[in-house]
């Protein structure tokens, strides 16, 4: 079973401090979305509206076509896991997987193999029997991960699901749960604060800052082509040069900065380049050139393939690279010119 899910408009106010500013998503059947941000950023309440532990101040939640939003928690038929999503602590983790099967009227011989066949899925299979009191963090948490899956929800919520458990069961986890995911068709939303997290298991991620989202797009998307400042630092985009066009020819922009800053960019590379920019890059796309942005060059650091470069502008202090066969000193004074490939064009949020 899956459903599209649809939040429009949503407001939220914890007392009298606004934490969800007019979110909207739509979430496709069988899609898995991401929140991705900081803390404190509204991934967790976004998560609370949707299950119902939180009603909105304005805006409409809807799953399958059908409105939630005023529908309580318990009718949701929605599968969590949560961050410290307690466990019942008397009931056996076989018990505790099984226990939605039985709400829903399942008879227990097939509870009882559905729990052991999930069990087995995350690892779990040699510890049906014990209490979660008797389990590792981890461990508790695959209980809780199977605990959601079993009941094969239309949506699947988890908030940081894997955030106590090691490096290596991390990764294999989140490859599991996308494999069930993908299998079962499951509408999912996914919260992390961990990049590499989220653009591994998402179809699309939701970038989100002070109760907003930013941008919702595809991993590659984001990472190639973020549509904004906020965006671009997130994803490594470091360097932010406000730049105005004074050239033009064909598709050879010729582009002027502070302090007698010109570079030539490439729209064919770049897309489309408008009269008043900022140019985004990651500091391997700001190298040290013949000519470009002048600089004074700070910290040096080595970084195996190259070395990066701490470096003053008149536009401001910005990481650039240099090769290994070159390393320059503190203090000397090149250019800097962009590198296309690593770069990518913003909208002017000034002038905009
Ligand atoms: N019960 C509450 N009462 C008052 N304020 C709250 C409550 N829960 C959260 N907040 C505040 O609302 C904002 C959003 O919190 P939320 O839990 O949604 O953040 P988050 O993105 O999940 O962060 P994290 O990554 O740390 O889990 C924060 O500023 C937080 O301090
Ligand atoms: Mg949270």
């Known amino acids: ?77 929605i599968g969590l896991v949560f ?9 056996s983790v076989r018990e505790n997987v099984a226990f939605g099967l039985k709400q829903r009227g399942m008879g227990g011989a097939e509870r009882r193999a559905k729990a052991d066949e999930m069990l087995a899925r995350v690892g779990l299979q040699d510890l049906a029997a014990r209490l979660p009191g008797e389990l590792s963090g981890g ?33 294999d986890m989140r490859v599991e749960i996308r494999q069930l995911q993908r299998q079962n068709g499951t509408t999912s939303v996914f919260v992390t604060h961990d990049q590499e997290e989220a653009f591994s298991i998402s179809d699309r991620v939701a970038i989100m800052d002070a109760g907003r989202i930013r941008q919702l797009d595809t991993p590659e998307v984001l990472y190639q082509r973020p549509a904004n400042a906020f965006v671009a630092r997130f994803v490594g985009f470091e360097n932010l040069i406000p730049l105005r066009v004074a050239a033009r020819d064909g598709a050879a922009v010729t582009a002027e900065g502070a302090g007698g800053a010109t570079v030539t960019l490439d729209q064919d590379v770049l897309g489309p380049i408008p009269d008043r920019f900022v140019l985004a890059t990651r500091p391997d796309g700001l190298r040290i050139a013949e000519d470009g942005i002048p600089a004074t060059l700070g910290l040096r650091t080595y970084l195996g393939r190259s070395y990066q470069y701490r470096a003053e502008t008149p536009a401001g ?30 909208p002017d949020e000034a002038a905009a």
């Not at 898995?32 to 939640?61: D, E, M, N, Q, Y």
């Not at 202090?317 to 800097?336: E, W």
């Open 1 to 77: 079973m899956t459903a599209a899910l649809t939040l429009d408009g949503l407001t939220a106010h914890y007392g009298t401090t606004k934490v969800l500013d007019d979110l909207s998503l739509d979430v496709e059947a069988g899609e898995l979305v991401s929140l991705l941000g900081a803390s404190g950023c509204g991934k967790t309440t976004t998560l609370r509206l949707i299950a119902g532990f939180l009603a909105p101040t304005a805006g409409r939640i809807a799953l399958g076509g059908t409105d939630l939003t005023r529908l309580p928690a318990h009718k949701r038929n």
């Open 83 to 91: 961050q410290n999503y307690a466990l019942f602590p008397h009931l």
């Open 139 to 171: 461990q508790r948490q695959r209980v809780a991960l199977a605990r959601a899956l079993v009941i094969e929800p239309p949506l699947l919520m988890f908030d940081e699901p894997l955030s106590n458990l090691d490096a290596k069961l991390r990764v």
């Open 317 to 346: 202090a910005y990481v650039a690279s240099g090769p290994l066969s070159a390393p320059r000193d503190m203090g000397d004074r090149v250019h800097l010119a962009p590198w296309a490939e690593q770069c990518c064009i913003l």
